[in-house]
């Protein structure tokens, strides 16, 4: 079955102030604090978001590049990471919001972007 929305998954030191601003314009957005994932691993949260078909964003780009070469070589999928620098929560809305609007739940699946 083909999926047209990206559901995202903030890590946790995603902002959630990006979760309550992604919501409020009819996208769905997860933190680590909604979903009792506080104080996992990188490797366990990607594990998670994968699991459950959800988009990971994350700042933290040097640990998710590496997981998402290990999914690749291990044959495991995953519904995505955005990695995003460090920005105003704004900021980093509007140029998600971008990403979300131009960009299938199929397209992103097993792919990194960069915001």
Same mark, same amino acid.
């Given at each position: 079955m083909s999926r047209l929305y990206i %559901?995202?998954?903030? %890590? +946790?030191? &995603?902002?959630? =102030?990006? !979760?309550? =601003?992604? *919501?409020?314009? $009819?996208?769905? !957005? !997860?933190?680590t604090q909604d979903s009792d994932q506080i104080g996992n691993t990188d490797q366990q949260q990607l594990n998670y978001a994968a699991e459950h078909k959800k988009t990971l964003l994350t700042h933290n780009r &040097?640990?998710? +590049?590496? =997981?998402?070469?290990?999914?690749? +070589?291990? +044959? *495991?999928?995953?519904? $995505?990471?955005?990695?995003? $620098?460090r920005r105003s929560p704004y900021e980093l809305v509007r140029r998600l919001l971008i990403v979300l609007n131009s960009v299938t739940a199929d397209e992103i699946e097993n792919r990194v972007r960069y915001i």
């Open positions: %559901d995202l998954y903030l %890590d +946790e030191d &995603v902002d959630v =102030l990006i !979760a309550k =601003l992604v *919501r409020a314009r $009819g996208f769905a !957005a !997860a933190t &040097v640990h998710f +590049e590496n =997981l998402a070469r290990e999914y690749l +070589e291990q +044959e *495991r999928s995953h519904y $995505g990471i955005i990695i995003a $620098g």
